[in-house]
């Protein structure tokens, strides 16, 4: 079975600092890789996936993840935090199987600091 | 496009007592998902359908029905209720291999 492991739980950065979130993944297959999204008391925005192809995807507001096969990654970054990026993301990993599946880590807490 | 609805926002339940989470997408998938949310959990998969008339369970089904009539409704039932399914519940559609669109989240009480 796939897993996910976003070792960060709480992560403190300052607005205009750069940003990188971890993400491991075990799966046995090239996996379909996925960020989410989670303002407090809301649902998941999908950030950005990647399926196949170029290994650094783009995504919404700015972000990027690059798909490290080697390393079992898919690790989130931004070059510029703003004080709006405060929030919860996760990491998923769908097991591309006859349900589709979604694995999800267990979240990183962003806190950005003016 | 409405996308994923999910009813009710907030509901506190007593022990024992029985409800059903309802929720609807509009957006013909045949992949529907329960999740629940546990503070630094993670999502877990309760329930799952990958079309009408076809469910399974996930990875923490224990005290939960689902049941998919249609293509759209994917309602999750949860009888004599416990403290341990105090939680946000998240339902979820997709397609095969793309990515999953949530609901805004159900934040269910038991006391």
């Known amino acids: 079975a796939q897993s996910v492991t976003q070792p960060d739980i709480h992560i403190t950065v300052s607005e205009g600092a750069s940003l990188e979130l971890r993400c491991n993944y075990s799966y046995g297959a090239t996996p379909y890789l996925f960020w989410y999204v989670q303002s407090p008391g809301q649902g998941l925005q999908l950030l950005l996936k990647?399926?196949?192809?170029?290994?650094l995807v783009q995504g919404i507001k700015g972000f990027e993840a690059e798909f490290k096969r080697s390393q079992s990654s898919f690790n989130l970054r931004k070059p510029s935090v703003h004080w709006s990026d405060a929030a919860e993301y996760f990491c998923a990993v769908d097991d591309t199987g006859t349900a589709s599946k979604l694995t999800f880590g267990t979240g990183t807490r962003l806190q950005v600091t003016l | 496009n409405a996308g994923v609805t999910q009813t009710p926002k907030f509901r506190i339940l007593k022990i024992g007592q029985s409800m059903t989470l309802q929720c609807t997408q509009d957006?013909?998938?045949?992949?529907m998902y329960w999740y629940r949310q546990d503070p630094g959990m993670g999502l877990k998969l309760i329930y799952y359908s990958v079309g009408a008339g076809i469910t399974d369970k996930g990875e923490v089904p224990n005290g939960y029905n689902v049941s998919r009539s249609t293509t759209e409704d994917f309602p999750l039932r949860l009888e004599l209720a416990a403290p341990s399914q105090t939680s946000v519940y998240f339902c979820?559609?997709?397609?095969?291999?793309?990515?999953?669109?949530f609901g805004q989240g159900t934040r269910l009480t038991v006391v």
């Open positions: 990647y399926f196949s192809g170029d290994t």
């Open positions: 957006m013909n998938h045949n992949y």
């Open positions: 979820a559609s997709k397609r095969l291999g793309a990515e999953a669109f």
